[in-house]
């Protein structure tokens, strides 16, 4: 694993340790970042990881996270408050300008990354500014900036066709997606994750800028997570639809974990993509309104455990195992066979990295409904034999269809992260 | 002023101190409301107050803003984090559907601003739950929720026509402005305001879902501050333009201020505003890409202030006095009569108490550009003696206009504070 996503504290962080034990070492003080344990799973499973509250002026180290190393950060980088996620499309032609644009974009990412500004302001004032400047002054908040190439990307315009990894496509249709145009796609993918939205946003503003003349951003999603003030105590989050969701993720520092379900090899058909990882991404909106007037008894059944504890149905605790062939006294299931955590869980066989937000985007003009939801982020080795098997799984059966719609979606082909002196994306030119 | 918007550190926070003195004392710890000076004003002068980053778990009171009072929380309250804007549409006709819907908002925003639920949950599981749960174990992150009457609302469907105070109408059309109806409006304003995104948002959703039935939501509008956990030193926060955005915000401590500025008066005109306040939200989009093309001197004549110091253009330091007569060597005034500090400063005469947020609401569909800017919200004693001339002003003359588009429009007679046992709202019926 990256050695920039690798802290101090990973020795008291390796399995078996619960949440609980965590906690009780994070109120010893010093330990910065929480990693959770499994709560709900499956498309709805937020990050649980979470910064403490820290002191008050936080250190460099705790505060930035370094933009160079073997993988990008941003994948196994433990979740940041906000995200502003930008999609763009290239509108140059040719591998010099796709290059160019790279090479510009890593440069301004990784002084972003340090809390500077994208470049150097000139001293003649009649120029515009090289940097916007609405976030002189903020700290570095954590910003993460992890760049993807869409599956358009190597289609005829920069020479790349050739270079596509073999199982990198577009997704396949789903059961009862109704995907909208203004939500999908992209030749690429940015992710930018910060503890401070305005961090977040002047990031995303100004590779929008660099790019002038050669890419446009093609769709922007705001989201957010509780923030770690808010929530000092580090209990498992909820999702908009107020139940726990914890996470089923492998753990972020077991080195063989990562390689199992996140780094792709160059042995998997692009020598390119080697230490890279694919990305899903979908915007999933919860219909709110229909939630909120179903039973407390048809929620739980559709996710599978208790709104109030957490615990799966049937059993007392949040952390108690998910016993799928748990009887109640008339010998039916405790938990229904399609409920979310169940077909989430499955056989346990498939893995993703998770890394997903909420998102809340004022009212649905055609509805008059609020507009609010999960932006569901995973990385993976391989998108067809991880992502897409679950995903269809879910799509046909799960309960929680019911209450959810499936309105954007994109993947991206991270690449590996780079050197200093090289750039983001130079392994495939 | 309200006893509980009024905290320990008045004394301490008295004028003349500078900003400077205020941070100096916010060093020694147990000051945890920074109170800013002035440095752009006009419509861009966001707020300025600020946390200083909080111990571990913060505090109840700390992190509790009491709802009850003389005058509604969320208007002379320190600004928090985020925004949620709700305007909402009565749909129910009859004054006691209405007086019952305010009842209803009233308990449930109570026990929300104390870190409860809205309600006691039934035991009866086949029934909806009474809250719908994604704020559970989070604090109260200083949540206050502000209601307020359109003037849509002393129509005759609910018997108020004769209570319309005579100042309080619809605003005239403004220089330049280009509303779209889904931003304008609303029987019933809401501003919700924590220092968590999650809350606020739960709150929102709560409300909506209370007044199912008698009223629906017309517009939602989210939006942020800078952080205070990525700006621990407090110095003065920058707008998405880049400038440093202080505030020439009256003092809030000072009772003689708030009430001439601030607060309706039962003589004003309508006897159940006394101690209530007039709100003009605008929802202006920033035209970003134009701005970023820019010269850094075009951008500093515009707002009358360098980017980078925020010194008044001509001076040293940001917080050197605004000097409009003073002049160049060629004998050109130093600030522009047309720039946004010299509009907006005026004769002085007419002050207003600002309580903004950035918004970045993904890309504008029909020009593929970042949709984002300011949430300009201000409350006054009367808004066609304090907002509307102002903003009249600025509408014909402000150079900041060729950057900046009016999009949102709305105004709400915001009531006084309601009591234990009482409503808010309840002097209207």
């Given at each position: 694993m990256s050695e920039h996503n690798q802290n101090s504290n990973d020795s008291i962080l390796k399995k078996p340790m619960t949440r609980r034990d965590v906690l009780r070492l994070a109120g010893t003080g010093g330990l910065g970042l929480l990693l959770g344990g499994s709560a709900v799973g499956g498309m709805f499973a937020a990050e649980s990881h979470r910064k403490t509250e820290a002191a008050k002026v936080p250190s460099a180290s705790e505060d930035q996270v370094p933009f160079y190393g073997q993988h990008q950060a941003g994948i196994i980088t433990p979740a940041q408050n906000f995200i502003c996620f930008a999609a763009f499309d290239v509108t140059a032609s040719g591998s010099n300008s796709l290059q160019k644009l790279f090479q510009s974009w890593t440069a301004a990412a990784a002084a972003m990354a340090e809390g500077k500004q994208v470049g150097e302001e000139s001293s003649n004032h009649n120029l515009p500014p090289v940097d916007t400047g609405e976030s002189v002054g903020l700290t570095p908040s954590r910003l993460t900036i992890t760049f993807g190439a869409g599956p358009s990307l190597f289609d005829d315009r920069f020479g790349l066709a050739s270079k596509r990894p073999p199982a990198f496509k577009d997704l396949p249709s789903f059961n009862g997606e109704q995907l909208e145009p203004q939500w999908c796609g992209g030749d690429i993918g940015v992710q930018v994750c910060a503890d401070d939205m305005q961090v977040a946003f002047h990031a995303v503003r100004n590779l929008a800028r660099i790019a002038r003349g050669k890419a446009v951003l093609r769709w922007v999603q705001e989201g957010f997570q509780r923030s770690t003030q808010a929530d000092p105590t580090g209990s498992t989050p909820r999702n908009l639809l107020g139940f726990k969701d914890g996470t089923v993720n492998p753990d972020v520092n077991s080195a063989q974990d990562m390689n199992k379900v996140v780094w792709a090899r160059g042995n998997d058909g692009a020598a390119w993509m080697s230490g890279g990882s694919y990305m899903a991404v979908r915007r999933i909106r919860m219909r709110i309104e229909v939630w909120d007037r179903s039973s407390l008894k048809d929620q739980e059944n559709t996710f599978g455990r208790y709104r109030a504890s957490g615990a799966p149905l049937g059993a007392k605790n949040e952390f108690d195992?998910?016993?799928?062939?748990?009887?109640?006294?008339?010998?039916?299931?405790?938990?229904?066979?399609?409920?979310?955590?169940?077909?989430?869980?499955?056989?346990?066989?498939?893995?993703?990295?998770?890394?997903?937000?909420?998102?809340?985007?004022?009212?649905?003009?055609?509805?008059?409904?609020?507009?609010?939801?999960?932006?569901?982020?995973?990385?993976?080795?391989?998108?067809?034999?991880?992502?897409?098997?679950?995903?269809?799984?879910?799509?046909?059966?799960?309960?929680?269809?019911?209450?959810?719609?499936?309105?954007?979606?994109?993947?991206?082909?991270?690449?590996?992260?780079?050197?200093?002196?090289?750039?983001?994306?130079?392994?495939?030119?």
């Amino acid at each position: 694993m990256s050695e920039h996503n690798q802290n101090s504290n990973d020795s008291i962080l390796k399995k078996p340790m619960t949440r609980r034990d965590v906690l009780r070492l994070a109120g010893t003080g010093g330990l910065g970042l929480l990693l959770g344990g499994s709560a709900v799973g499956g498309m709805f499973a937020a990050e649980s990881h979470r910064k403490t509250e820290a002191a008050k002026v936080p250190s460099a180290s705790e505060d930035q996270v370094p933009f160079y190393g073997q993988h990008q950060a941003g994948i196994i980088t433990p979740a940041q408050n906000f995200i502003c996620f930008a999609a763009f499309d290239v509108t140059a032609s040719g591998s010099n300008s796709l290059q160019k644009l790279f090479q510009s974009w890593t440069a301004a990412a990784a002084a972003m990354a340090e809390g500077k500004q994208v470049g150097e302001e000139s001293s003649n004032h009649n120029l515009p500014p090289v940097d916007t400047g609405e976030s002189v002054g903020l700290t570095p908040s954590r910003l993460t900036i992890t760049f993807g190439a869409g599956p358009s990307l190597f289609d005829d315009r920069f020479g790349l066709a050739s270079k596509r990894p073999p199982a990198f496509k577009d997704l396949p249709s789903f059961n009862g997606e109704q995907l909208e145009p203004q939500w999908c796609g992209g030749d690429i993918g940015v992710q930018v994750c910060a503890d401070d939205m305005q961090v977040a946003f002047h990031a995303v503003r100004n590779l929008a800028r660099i790019a002038r003349g050669k890419a446009v951003l093609r769709w922007v999603q705001e989201g957010f997570q509780r923030s770690t003030q808010a929530d000092p105590t580090g209990s498992t989050p909820r999702n908009l639809l107020g139940f726990k969701d914890g996470t089923v993720n492998p753990d972020v520092n077991s080195a063989q974990d990562m390689n199992k379900v996140v780094w792709a090899r160059g042995n998997d058909g692009a020598a390119w993509m080697s230490g890279g990882s694919y990305m899903a991404v979908r915007r999933i909106r919860m219909r709110i309104e229909v939630w909120d007037r179903s039973s407390l008894k048809d929620q739980e059944n559709t996710f599978g455990r208790y709104r109030a504890s957490g615990a799966p149905l049937g059993a007392k605790n949040e952390f108690d195992p998910v016993d799928l062939s748990a009887k109640d006294e008339k010998g039916n299931p405790h938990i229904p066979a399609d409920s979310h955590v169940a077909l989430a869980r499955g056989d346990g066989s498939i893995q993703i990295l998770r890394r997903s937000y909420s998102y809340s985007g004022g009212i649905d003009l055609k509805t008059g409904q609020l507009d609010a939801g999960l932006l569901f982020i995973s990385y993976q080795r391989d998108l067809f034999k991880q992502f897409v098997p679950m995903q269809q799984k879910l799509a046909k059966s799960d309960r929680l269809n019911e209450y959810i719609l499936h309105v954007g979606s994109a993947v991206f082909a991270c690449f590996p992260g780079a050197s200093k002196g090289g750039y983001i994306g130079d392994t495939l030119f």
